[in-house]
């Protein structure tokens, strides 16, 4: 069975940082564009990274460019989003996602079930 399972979640102070991994089964994350997107209540989920199948080339939204950075592990078959300097607007649900290239950015077609992160004093 085909599935993502996202952890790592978690409360942080501003300023400080978190890693979320991202575990497939079924399938291999190297076969597959893999991305980071969230969600706060009430709003469209938001894109914030990618990682490309082949070469492992990442792209950043602008929100999260030189605060978060996208790698995976292919041994572990797990995709990490290492996000650091969390500000509370980075305050969402959490989703990876098996993806495809969209422009400069990707679209999720296969969803974990999220982590939640809160940035907050």
């Known amino acids: 069975q085909e599935q993502l399972v996202e952890s790592g979640g978690g409360l942080v102070q501003p300023g400080g940082s978190l890693r979320l991994s991202c575990t497939a089964s079924?399938?291999?994350?190297?076969?597959?564009?893999i991305g980071w997107f969230r969600q706060v209540p009430g709003k469209e989920r938001e894109w914030t990274s990618c990682?490309?199948?082949?070469?492992?080339?990442?792209i950043y939204g602008d929100s999260v460019q030189g605060r978060f950075r996208i790698s995976r592990d292919v041994a572990r078959n797990t995709v990490y989003l290492q996000m650091d300097n969390l500000q509370p607007e980075d305050t969402a649900v959490y989703y990876c996602?098996?993806?495809?290239?969209?422009?400069?950015?990707?679209?999720?077609?296969?969803w974990g079930q999220g982590t939640p992160v809160f940035v907050s004093s």
């Open positions: 996602a098996a993806a495809k290239w969209l422009g400069s950015s990707c679209r999720g077609h296969f």
């Open positions: 990682i490309d199948e082949n070469d492992g080339k990442t």
């Open positions: 079924g399938f291999t994350v190297e076969g597959h564009v």
